[in-house]
């Protein structure tokens, strides 16, 4: 052979068995899966598979009763309704309670930006580091929606400088949406993601922060989710989200 003909062989894909594959998007136990993949209901590439098959989770094509697992199989996305008092990283040395514990432990997954240990709601968790990338950053402007139980009543002033943009150490803030739910609860939908944002907002404008939660990420929110648990994304939920941070102009 020539140096012209090139490799003699190719790296072979990193196969996975196919129950690993569903198990890591959600379908239950590798036992369930297996029961899946016995009763037939699974498909590789358009074929019923059968048990103990092995796929290259990059370019498989798995569907379970017909319906595709996900854009990428072993890729996994996780909403969290994070509880008060849980600190929002992968890894606490003070050995404080931490979001992860909250979610499977494998495949491992990190949390999507961040919110301050006294604030409750929705927190995304994926091992997909491109699309957190996007999500978190602020060239995508991707919306985040609070319900902020304040100290007293803003006044109507007190919403249009919420709305405006107020004077914080770190600068202006952007504009933003504020409307009052309650006399003492404000709903604020900002782009921007400083750190401790919401709370120095209405700090800012005589209003401190009793209690924050989060209720919306992009086009994420769930109602019905109970505080400390979590669930996977819906295919069409991971659609909305890639649509949200598709083609931004200064990345
Ligand atoms: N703004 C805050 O002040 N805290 C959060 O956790 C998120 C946004």
């Given at each position: ?36 993949i ?6 590789v590439?358009?074929e019923?598979?059968?048990?103990g098959?092995r ?12 319906a ?5 199989p072993g ?9 008060a ?12 309670p931490?979001v ?10 990190f949390p999507v930006g ?6 409750e ?8 580091g491109?699309?957190a990338?996007?999500?978190t ?12 139980e304040?100290d007293g009543e ?13 004077e914080?150490d770190?600068?202006?803030t ?9 006399p ?8 921007e ?7 120095r907002?209405?700090?800012a ?10 209720t919306r990420?992009g086009?994420i ?5 109970a505080?400390?648990s979590f669930?996977?994304?819906t ?10 941070v598709?083609d931004?102009p200064?990345?």
């Open positions: 052979m020539t140096e012209h003909e090139g490799p003699v062989s190719q790296e072979p894909a990193e196969e996975v068995r196919l129950q690993k594959v569903l198990a890591r998007v959600g379908f239950g136990s590798r036992r369930k899966c297996d029961d899946l016995a009763a037939g209901r699974v498909t590439n358009g019923v598979a059968v048990l098959r796929v290259d989770p990059e370019s498989a094509l798995v569907a379970v009763d017909g595709p697992i996900g854009v990428r890729l996994v996305y996780y909403l969290l309704n994070k509880p008092g849980v600190v929002t990283t992968a890894d606490d040395p003070q050995g404080r931490i992860v514990d909250l979610v499977p432990d494998e495949p491992r997954v961040r919110l301050d240990a006294d604030t709601g929705l927190l995304l968790l994926t091992n997909d491109e699309l990338h996007r999500l950053h602020p060239s995508y402007g991707v919306e985040k929606e609070y319900v902020a304040v803003p006044s109507r002033a007190a919403l249009r400088s919420l709305r405006e943009g107020v914080l770190d600068g202006m952007a504009e933003a949406r504020a409307s009052l739910m309650d003492s609860v404000v709903k604020l939908t900002i782009h993601g400083r750190n401790r944002q919401v709370r907002m209405c700090e404008v005589g209003h401190p922060v009793v209690r924050l939660v989060r990420v086009p929110a769930d109602r019905s989710l505080p400390g669930r996977e994304l295919v069409e939920e991971l659609r909305s989200l890639e649509q949200a598709a931004k200064g990345r």
